[in-house]
């Protein structure tokens, strides 16, 4: 079966600008997390989206955003845009969000702002 | 908040011999401790979990192990292979900072010497 989709992979913007990650998640799971990953931090917990509800919220500023629709896809924005923003953004997807199986992680958008 | 630790940035081991990765954390109400894996360019892959009614939990050369007492978990990879060099991240799940959620370690660079 397919795996966790992420686009785009690589995308480059400039400090000020907003960017939109996409997410499809493996057909069947209903909750998507997504996280920034950059050297030296590991994984850092954005926010989870359950039936088209953020179930959980990780310590980030506002200007990161995300929602999820029906069919489970979910989108993250990042809006003004800021030179720390650069990061490997991780997309994973499971069928409850709550479980010791683990999550199914998508290859990742790579953003740089410049 | 860095709640999950792995203080070896990078391990090295030659194949065939036991390759065992460390990770330290600070909350003892996590439910759930978990290993993955990352090869570059693509994102973690789920390797082996553990619950925190159990003290170790083995799957094939994979084994982790997990000491409450001491907040520590590892992984032990026997014998170790070429194809193991990753990136290894463990993991924790459990309700911390007012939300449910995956806290990651900043991962330690593994590399098996052939």
């Known amino acids: 079966k397919a795996g966790v989709t992420q686009t785009p992979r690589y995308l480059i913007k400039t400090r000020g600008q907003q960017v939109t990650l996409s997410c499809s998640p493996i057909?069947?799971?209903?909750?998507v997390s997504w996280y920034q990953q950059t050297p030296g931090q590991g994984l850092q917990f954005l926010f989870e989206?359950?039936?088209?509800?953020?179930?959980n919220k990780g310590n980030f500023p506002g200007r990161f955003s995300g929602r999820q629709f029906s069919n489970s896809r979910s989108e993250m924005n990042v809006s003004t845009l800021e030179l720390g923003d650069s990061a490997l953004y991780l997309c994973?997807?499971?069928?409850?969000?709550?479980?010791?199986?683990?999550?199914?992680f998508g290859s990742g958008t790579r953003l740089t702002v410049v | 908040d860095q709640q999950v630790k792995q203080n070896s940035p990078s391990l090295s081991v030659q194949e065939g011999r036991i390759s065992i990765l460390n990770c330290d954390y600070t909350?003892?109400?996590?439910?759930?401790f978990l290993w993955y894996k990352k090869y570059p360019a693509e994102g973690p892959t789920f390797l082996i979990s553990?619950?925190?009614?159990?003290d170790k939990n083995e799957d094939g050369r994979f084994t982790v192990f997990l000491n409450k007492s001491a907040k520590h978990l590892s992984l032990h990879i026997v014998p170790s292979q070429p194809g193991d060099s990753a990136v290894y991240f463990c993991?924790?799940?459990?309700?911390?900072?007012?939300?449910?959620?995956?806290?990651f370690g900043t991962g330690t660079r593994l590399k098996v010497l052939a």
């Open positions: 994973a997807s499971s069928l409850s969000g709550q479980s010791d199986y683990g999550y199914t």
């Open positions: 057909s069947g799971h209903r909750s």
């Open positions: 989206y359950f039936s088209e509800t953020q179930r």
């Open positions: 909350n003892s109400m996590f439910d759930y």
């Open positions: 553990i619950s925190s009614i159990k």
């Open positions: 993991a924790v799940w459990g309700f911390t900072s007012g939300t449910y959620k995956y806290i």
